[in-house]
């Protein structure tokens, strides 16, 4: 096969410019690759952080560990790092290497189609583009869910999901509601419950809370990092290490590891809240890590301030005037705020997209939202989805692991620009296998434990990574040719039931 100059320089669109879009674009050009467009769909780069700017928004993945490892970050203020320091960190890594002059904003992909061997694109402005490779780094966390509640459009006063926070709503002295109490509710009411007149949680599902306590870096604190990459990234090791052997161990079948955390998040609850009839509304009846383990040493304090109130009875509906509960009583309130969280199987949708054949992306997962090794779907040829199915997301930098798949995605490309493959695409054969061998690991993860949450998909599987960080890495470091197709395909493969793909 010969080696033409389109092979050594072929062309890349890569959707999103968040924190994986970034790295991607700055990878891309390393390998020598320059035929690169970036599309974003906002007017700035950021994803999640430029999103999410609701009050207390933070990471809970320790701040030194959450930076890319060769980009180090010596003027975090925070070892939980705020929403909007993060959001300049990734401002100032894009400027700096030159991503940020290369993004067409507001600008989305809304046609991606694979014909005559190349991916055809339309852009919400009405371009079109030919490339080579597609790359979705459009995230997993920014279809914000809204809850399925009679009567939630009647509400009269200020209503708003966290993803789409209202900052033109002064909430002191004002009665609000939260629905929901997952990590992002949990931010928020530390934050608001010392203003708010009145502060009315509703419940359904109680969380583990774990007292991770956060810590403020002082001016000598950062001075000691700054110049020095080295010290940055020992001190991101030394985070990664103890994550790896504490919460990743715990919830991935590491029993000495999950009774310690257990042990310590009951000891939280038993120790912050002395009344027992609040104890127990705050008690989870599942597994400690089933769901994901809110890191907050504040959430106790917040809950049983004077002016906040835990309410657990079901929500019956909306009322003009604020939420009505399933015996009669309504909560009226001035501003309604729903952190009720995002669909996390939509990844790269709306967009319309169809593979070889024609096969649309709906289609392909109308039974099962799969992937080979979260990245390669079989029928896509030259298309990547970053963080896809099954990446090792539980309370681990997503960084760590854009970085991990990145190095995978520029491997494959390299094999394709030395002419080893015709297309990258891997075979549905391989991708059945890879998926037998997460459903054999899941059993051993708490992901099993008894709890609804976002991990799981319609069927209750977690999207989940159910091995080692280590085992994972090992597994994406070089990749397996005999998993993709050599030569192009005749026609596109027959999709498998959900049963033939188990």
Known sequence: ??????????????????????????????????????????EKIGGTWRENTYPGVA?????????????????????????????????????EYGVTDQVRFNESLDECHYRDGKWHLTTSKGNDLVVDFVVAATGILHHPAYPDIQGLDSYQGDMFHTARWNHDVNLEGKRVGIIGTGSTATQIICEISKTAGHLTVFQRTPQWIFNLADKDYSEADKARLRGNQGRMAKLANRYAFIMRNSFTAAVTGGKVSHALISWLANRNLRK???????????TPDYKVGCKRLVMSSTFFDAIQRDNVSLETTGIERISEQGVVTSDGT??????????????????????????????????????????YRSLCLPGYPNFFLMLGPNS??????VISMSEVQTQYVLKLIDQWRQGNLETVEATEEAKTRFNAYLKAGMGKTVW????????????????MWPYSWEQ?????????LDDFHRVVPAKIEPLKTAEEAA
């Open 392 to 397: 090792p997301i539980g309370n681990y930098s």
């Open 1 to 42: 096969m010969t080696h033409s100059n389109s092979r050594k320089n072929p062309s890349v669109a890569v959707i999103g410019a968040g924190m994986t879009g970034i790295l991607m674009a700055i990878k891309l050009r390393e390998a020598g690759i320059t035929d690169i467009t970036i599309l974003e769909k906002a």
């Open 272 to 282: 912050n809240v002395r009344d027992p009839e609040l104890r127990a509304k705050l």
């Open 448 to 463: 099993v434990g008894g709890c609804q949450s976002w991990y799981l998909d319609a069927d209750g599987d977690p999207a």
């Open 330 to 371: 309504e909560h009226e309130l001035d501003v309604l705020i729903l952190a009720t969280g995002f669909h996390p199987f939509n990844f790269m949708r709306p967009m319309n997209l169809t593979g070889r054949g024609g096969v649309s992306i709906d289609e392909t997962w109308s039974r099962k939202v799969q992937a």
């Open 59 to 95: 990471c809970d993945v320790p701040a030194h560990m959450y930076t890319y490892s060769f980009k180090g970050n010596p003027e975090w203020r925070h070892r939980f790092a705020h929403g909007d320091e993060i959001q300049s960190y990734f401002e100032k890594v894009s400027s």
């Open 472 to 480: 994972w890495v090992k597994e994406l470091e070089e990749p397996d």
